[in-house]
């Protein structure tokens, strides 16, 4: 079973930018990974998604600001934030899925201030 260990959360001014890491215990070169995000009284929901080819997707709110990256030698998934908003704001999940198996980390937190 693939563990994730998420990193890089903390308060950030809007405007500003963060940089998450999800490391994984094993290789990720054959799951498709992702970041997800959980606002307080919302459901979790889609931020990005990186193919085990290198293909991104991203949600409308953050097209344009997130970029998503994954580096396969260090079994490791990045996602760059820059602009952030306040809106921004939830805790943010790494996930690793593969065929019918889907992996979550912990998450970290993300505050934007405005």
């Known amino acids: 079973q693939v563990q994730l260990v998420e990193s890089g959360g903390g308060l950030v001014q809007a405007g500003g930018s963060l940089r998450l890491s999800c490391a994984a215990s094993e290789s990720i070169i054959i799951f498709t990974m992702g970041w997800y995000r959980q606002a307080p009284g919302k459901q979790r929901e889609l931020v990005a998604t990186?193919?085990?080819?290198?293909?991104?997707n991203y949600a409308d709110a953050v097209t344009g600001r997130f970029t998503i990256s994954r580096d396969n030698v260090k079994n490791t998934v990045y996602l760059q934030m820059n602009s952030l908003k306040p809106e921004d704001t939830a805790v943010y999940y790494c996930?690793?899925?593969?065929?019918?198996?889907?992996?979550w980390g912990q998450g970290t937190q993300v505050t934007v201030s405005s």
């Open positions: 990186i193919s085990m080819g290198g293909s991104a």
């Open positions: 996930k690793a899925e593969w065929r019918y198996n889907n992996y």
